[in-house]
């Protein structure tokens, strides 16, 4: 057998080895969605069964009751308040984080990179340092069990990471397109909405998505400077914790559901999302 003969089918067997731990990958990370949604189906008893009964009957019990079927709270508003906040804190992000993204990529400020660490420096302070500060301030404000404090604290806590990624995407971006809307007499709103936005679409879909996520499933906050009215779904979640024990099918229940708008958003944007993380990346 030739050397090129040898070469082909060293080459083969390792995309194969390789696409085989791919899938096995894939399986490790599904297994536990996949388990929780089959736990959800049974009734509490067995639910409780260990090891788990999978021949079990299956019921739709766990989710008439996380929707209040047993007299229980509605989860209607949390997941209304958590919708608000995700949306319009992400909304608010990316409004910010754009023109800030082309200031340090494209038209670069003085000390562009100092910018950027500054940004990224504000992460590196832990949540729980500044949850006290954060509560006196609301606390004397009045805007305690507020969504739309949600709506600043998520929006100030994301917006550092929106702008580094955005001005990794927007470092991308040919400087000649953007030179030839200035010949053109483009001004910088026309420059920015009408040349970079379109070209950075998946940049803009990949940070929506991550802001997306992380506002969604902020608890620490949410659990403290939230009561009634502005209860998020997370915090909702905990409340299936109590004296009485932990009722699995219905929390597996209630976490399938809350975890549903999140996947669906990230299997709608999965091409712009794979685009654009790609699209910052080191060559």
């Not at 494209?106 to 504000?122: G, H, Q, Y």
């Not at 500044?130 to 709506?151: E, H, Q, R, S, T």
């Not at 909702?236 to 099918?249: C, R, V």
Request: proline share 5%; charged share 10%.
């Amino acid at each position: 057998m030739s050397t090129t003969a040898l070469r082909a089918r060293h080459v083969r067997g390792k995309g194969a080895g390789l696409g085989l731990l791919a899938w096995l990958l894939g399986i490790a990370f599904f297994l536990p969605i996949a388990w929780m949604a089959l736990t959800s189906l049974h009734s509490e008893t067995d639910a409780a069964t260990n090891p788990p009964s999978f021949a079990a009957s299956l019921t739709l019990d766990g989710y008439r009751e996380f929707f209040g079927a047993g007299g229980g709270a509605s989860p209607w508003p949390a997941l209304i308040n958590s919708t608000v906040a995700s949306l319009a804190s992400t909304l608010l992000v990316l409004l910010l984080a754009f023109p800030a993204a082309y200031a340090l990529s494209i038209n670069r400020v003085r000390k562009w990179t100092d910018v950027l660490f500054f940004f990224l420096s504000t992460k590196m302070l832990p949540a729980v340092a500044g949850l006290l500060p954060i509560y006196l301030f609301a606390k004397n404000a009045g805007m305690l069990d507020n969504i739309w404090l949600l709506v600043i604290l998520y929006t100030s806590m994301n917006l550092p990471i929106a702008v580094w990624m955005m001005q990794s995407f927007l470092a991308e971006i040919p400087v000649a397109v953007i030179e030839a809307a200035k010949v053109d007499g483009a001004r910088l709103p026309t420059i920015l909405g009408r040349v970079v936005a379109p070209i950075s679409l998946p940049g803009i879909a990949a940070t929506a998505l991550i802001c997306f996520i992380f506002s969604w499933n902020e608890l620490l906050f949410a659990r403290v400077l939230t009561g009634v009215v502005a209860e998020t779904a997370p915090v909702f979640l905990t409340g299936f914790i109590t004296s009485q024990g932990l009722f699995l099918a219905k929390v597996c229940a209630a976490s399938l559901v809350i975890s549903l708008p999140v996947l669906a958003a990230g299997f709608a944007a999965q091409d712009k999302l794979v685009q654009g993380l790609s699209l910052g990346a080191v060559k």
